[in-house]
């Protein structure tokens, strides 16, 4: 996520800017970050794929990984 985050957020800044936009980064930050952790971090775990008690390992492996990029969403949202 920091990678990706690093590319997009100044990019993003930088279209508002080509469009004869100046915003305020720090307003325009809180905006990005809650939409992305209201959209991706809510809607990221599989919870559809929770039909068995006993999940196999692709699905265990796949949930995992969601929790992470959640969890890394979340960080993102608690610095703002």
């Given at each position: 996520m920091p990678e990706i985050d690093a590319a997009i957020f100044p990019a993003y800044l930088d279209g508002l800017r080509a469009e004869d936009y100046e915003a305020d980064?720090?307003?325009?930050?809180?905006?990005?970050?809650?939409?992305?952790?209201?959209?991706?971090?809510l809607c990221?775990?599989?919870?559809?794929?929770?039909t068995s008690a006993s999940p196999d390992e692709e699905t265990e492996a796949l949930f995992?990984?969601?929790?992470?990029?959640?969890?890394?969403?979340?960080?993102?949202a608690a610095e703002i």
């Open positions: 980064p720090d307003l325009v930050r809180a905006g990005y970050v809650g939409s992305l952790a209201a959209r991706s971090a990221a775990l599989p919870v559809e794929l929770l995992l990984q969601r929790l992470q990029l959640t969890r890394a969403m979340v960080d993102m």
